[in-house]
């Protein structure tokens, strides 16, 4: 009998290593490379003086959306018109029809030989978040190149792809060969707080014309370099899928009273028990065999050292201890499971006086594995353990069901915490790179047949 146990064991073991070489083999061919896009190349896009004062004085315009409804109007017309002088031969080209839609986004039709080949959208935005002087290196709506790099409010986020979008188009257009498929470049106004009044009227307006779109490229991950331990190249990474996004308050009410006098819980006490409870237990991990994060991290493995590629290539039995260090850290944690944060705490006027009320506002961004009333169910169970519980892409998801999120600019992880944040900076290089992708994109899609199937439907 122990005999035979040892056996099994061994055979075991053996048909487990077995697995993990062979994975670890099959995981190790590079895909097939398109031919490079490279300087000497007759459709290569030099960004020249002229495209990169354009650029900088893109960053000068304050367009900063506050709220919903709130942004600087004035601001955004003189953005506006400037695109509209500065690219005119693109505005009045026999190709183009362009339409203002809310007052301040703009939405161009590109006119393709072929009415049977549907159409696709790119989409950016012209509006930025806010931005004070106080810790920049650089003004922030200066527009300066400074140490290679162009500076300001906007330039990763995202009038770098306003300006390089349009320099492609502008590219393009002056080429004898038209488009085959037609193809729309939407910039909305007010992204940053929402899009209602700028991608969710163009999006208004693109389905009372009937129009069904191939597919949508927006804004989203970038091309991220130094992020992983040990990769050997730069990794672009195309967002599939999107998470969801739910706020919700959470509020308690007391008697108040006397700092002198306190009860044995105050609102404040109350709520601080709450936070911890939401801190605590996180929502649960998604990386079964069906999830995205899994599928990027295994596509890494051709790129990283051999002891990270056997771990990689063998997520059906290293998943669990991948986990482990990915939760570590919030950049990887959050391709992981729905985060919570508790974002804003409201309590309190007065240093003796024992506040009425408490509320917190917590920001929940949603797995596409989970639903909304999965996150509020656990929320409310997990401060109320004893009750029972009753159960600007987003905008154009009606016109495909292809969304495809990625800005092709180069980030190491230093880089991507300048986003809505200080410093932020576009390396010039970037710039011109960016150019070139949206050209090679306008060019490629002209096939006549592309694949654009999901493996996830959109949340």
Known sequence: MAARLKYFLLSLVFSILLIIIIRTMILSKHPNASNPCLPSDLDYITADETMKRRFQKAITFQTISYQPGNYNRTELSKFLQYLLKEFSDVINHPLVEHKIIGNHSLLLNIKGNDPVLKPYLIASHLDVVPASNDFWEVPPFEGRVQDGYFWGRGTLDVKN?????????????????????????????????????????????????????????????????????????????????????????????????????????????????????????????????????????????????????????????????????????????????????????????????????????????????????????????QVFPDIGVSPDTMHYLELTDAVYRFMPSILTPEDAKRIHGFNERLGVKNFERMINYFYHLMRNADAASINTRQLHHEL
Not at 251 to 271: D, F, K, L, Y
Not at 287 to 300: G, K, Q, Y
Request: proline content about 6%.
């Open 161 to 381: 792809g306003v300006m390089s979008s349009f320099e492609a188009l502008k590219f393009l257009l002056k080429q004898d060969n038209k488009p085959q498929r037609s193809f729309y470049v939407a910039y909305g106004h007010d992204e940053e707080v929402g899009g209602r009044d700028g991608a969710g009227q163009i999006a208004a307006y693109l389905k009372s014309q009937g129009v069904k779109l191939e597919f949508i490229v927006d804004e989203g991950t970038c091309i991220f370099k130094d992020a992983i331990p040990g990769m050997k190249i730069p990794y672009a990474i195309i967002g599939v899928a999107e998470k969801g996004f739910l706020t919700a308050e959470l509020s308690v009410h007391t008697a108040g009273g006397h700092s002198s006098m306190p009860p044995a819980e105050t609102s404040v006490g109350i709520m601080s028990k709450a936070v911890v409870k939401l801190e605590s237990c996180p929502m649960p991990v998604m990386f079964d065999s069906t999830s995205p994060a899994r599928e990027m991290f295994e596509s890494f493995a051709p790129q990283v050292p051999v002891y990270l590629r056997i771990i990689l290539a063998n997520l059906w039995l290293f998943g669990p201890i991948l986990t482990r260090f990915l939760e570590r850290k919030p950049t990887t944690n959050a391709f992981l499971r729905t985060t919570t944060a508790v974002t804003i705490f409201k309590s309190g006027v007065k240093s003796n006086v024992i506040p009425t009320s408490a509320k917190v506002t917590v920001n929940h961004r949603i797995h596409p594995e989970n639903t909304v009333e999965e996150v509020i169910s656990q929320s409310v169970r």
